[in-house]
T-cell receptor, first 115, second 110 residues
Framework: NAGVTQTPKFRVLKTGQSMTLLCAQDMNHEYMYWYRQDPGMGLRLIHY???????AKGEVPDGYNVSRLKKQNFLLGLESAAPSQTSVYFCASSYTGLPGTDTQYFGPGTRLTVL | GQQVMQIPQYQHVQEGEDFTTYCNSS?????IQWYKQRPGGHPVFLIQLVKSGEVKKQKRLTFQFGEAKKNSSLHITATQTTDVGTYFCAGNQAGTALIFGKGTTLSVSS
């Protein structure tokens, strides 16, 4: 099992450019999440999905879009990147969102810099 | 909205000293989870507490869940350099997404 994988690992964008971050999991998990981590801010939830074809907003959704066309994949899109989106992005998945089965498994992260 | 607060934000100890981080919620939680993130790494699940007053141990780590299910603590006995990293608590109410605290970063000098 590869667990949760993320591509790319690093990326540098110019302001206004767009990109998509890909997250894949091979654990047959229903729930998937996108977080951003900034110094001193902990992990902040951007968007999440409770199943194929569903998405929901988290704490900091503005400037991001997501799609979950396949159960194993969760894509995070930045349509017009801004320097404030410079961050480390983590994807995570869990079997469900219910207590006892909501342990989250994280990918290795994507370090994004927007100039 | 629901908030999960952690203190302290940073802690430096000498190897062999004990370490404790505290987690407090503004609302009653259905469960609390603890994660560890090594420098340059990703968060890794350590443990989940579900019951009021629950205490669990993993070798030198002791986790507690408060009686009111609004607070939790992680205590490390006799720290080692391998304990370095950021420890996050995360909690939720039933049916809501996990909310992570901002973490406590532990540094250990030998």
């Amino acid at each position: 099992n590869a667990g949760v994988t993320q591509t790319p690992k690093f990326r540098v964008l110019k302001t206004g450019q767009s990109m998509t971050l890909l997250c894949a999991q091979d654990m047959n998990h229903e729930y998937m999440y996108w977080y951003r981590q900034d110094p001193g801010m902990g992990l902040r939830l951007i968007h999440y999905s409770v199943g194929e074809g569903t998405t929901a907003k988290g704490e900091v959704p503005d400037g991001y879009n997501v799609s979950r066309l396949k159960k194993q994949n969760f894509l995070l899109g930045l349509e017009s990147a801004a320097p404030s989106q410079t961050s480390v992005y983590f994807c995570a998945s869990s079997y469900t969102g219910l207590p006892g089965t909501d342990t989250q498994y994280f990918g290795p992260g994507t370090r994004l810099t927007v100039l | 909205g629901q908030q999960v607060m952690q203190i302290p934000q940073y802690q430096h100890v000498q190897e062999g000293e004990d370490f404790t981080t505290y987690c407090n919620s503004s609302t009653t939680l259905s469960n609390i989870q603890w994660y560890k993130q090594r420098p340059g790494g990703h968060p890794v699940f350590l443990i989940q507490l579900v019951k009021s007053g629950e205490v669990k141990k993993q070798k030198r780590l002791t986790f507690q869940f408060g009686e009111a299910k609004k607070n939790s603590s992680l205590h490390i006995t006799a720290t080692q350099t391998t304990d370095v990293g950021t420890y996050f608590c995360a909690g939720n109410q039933a049916g809501t997404a996990l909310i992570f605290g901002k973490g406590t970063t532990l540094s250990v000098s030998s």
